[in-house]
Each structure stands twice: as C-alpha cells, then as structure tokens.
C-alpha cells in the first residue's frame, strides 16, 4: 500500500513592503480573491485595479515592522465603511487592509507577496463601472458592478 503525500501544516505565505522594512506571513487559504477597480484602490495602489486577497485577521501575522506601518482612514469607501489602508511609511507600499464593515477580514495587497500562489489568481471583479476600459474582463469570475453584496 503506497502513501500519499499528506501536508501536516497549512500554507505560509510571505510578504513584505518594497524596502523590506514590513514583513508579513499568511496563514493558510484565503476566503476570497479579488480585483478591485474602485478610485480609491487604484489611487492607493497607483494602478488600473488592485488584486487583494480575502482573509480571517488570524490568518495574518506582522513578523517585522510594526513601528513603520501607518495607516490612512478612508472614509470615503463606495460601501460607506471606514476602510483603514496600512502601508509602510518609508517606502509608501501598501500593504493590508481592515474594514468597519467586515471586522472580522484583513486584506492583503499581493503585489507585496514574494509568491503568489497560482490558485490565488481572481475569482471576482469588484467596482466593476469603475473599470478601465481597455481592461479585458478576467475569464470565469463572478463581477459585480459595485462592491460586495
């Protein structure tokens, strides 16, 4: 009887701002991926969209930087919930996300991520009327005009 490779612990993945200086680790799956194209995401990220993921704020531990990560209230959200964008205050790279609304999530930028997991490619499009244009829609994801339901 042949043995299946079985793994023992849940994924880590690991992340950290353009100088180094903040550094993170992720716990396992996320609950949700997403490209989000609302103004607010594009003018923190500095591009046409941002790809998040979704996860339990237990999911997501601070290995260095603490005392540089600062945070911006965003009140002016589309779903009317303050979201509090945190990003390194040396580099300016922004690094996670907790929202009023969904307390309970922590969302984090991947363009911070060492690897990013292929099976963490979007499976939504938020703030879809906000999309640039000349955007080809992301094949066999769920789009939703605004925000989440």
Not at 50 to 76: A, P, T
Not at 112 to 120: G, I, L, R
Not at 122 to 137: I, Q, V
Not at 142 to 149: A, N, V, Y
Request: proline share 6%; aromatic share 8%.
């Amino acid at each position: 009887m042949s043995k299946e490779t079985i793994p023992t612990s849940p994924r880590q993945t690991q992340g950290s701002c353009l100088c180094g200086k903040v550094a993170y680790e992720i716990t396992g799956e996320p609950l949700g991926v997403a490209a989000c194209h609302c103004t607010n995401c594009k003018k923190a990220s500095g591009a046409p969209f941002m790809w998040n993921v979704i996860l339990l704020r237990n999911q997501f531990r601070m290995v260095s930087g603490e005392d540089v990560v600062k945070s911006f209230d965003d009140i002016g959200t589309g779903s009317g919930n303050t979201s509090h964008r945190s990003f390194c205050s040396n580099c300016g790279s922004s690094v996670f996300i907790n929202n009023d609304g969904r307390p309970e999530w922590t969302i984090v930028m991947t363009g911070c991520m060492k690897d990013v997991p292929a099976e963490w490619s979007p499976k939504m499009e938020l703030y879809c009327k906000y999309k640039a244009k000349w955007l080809p829609d992301v094949e066999g994801v769920k789009r939703f005009t605004e925000g989440l339901p």
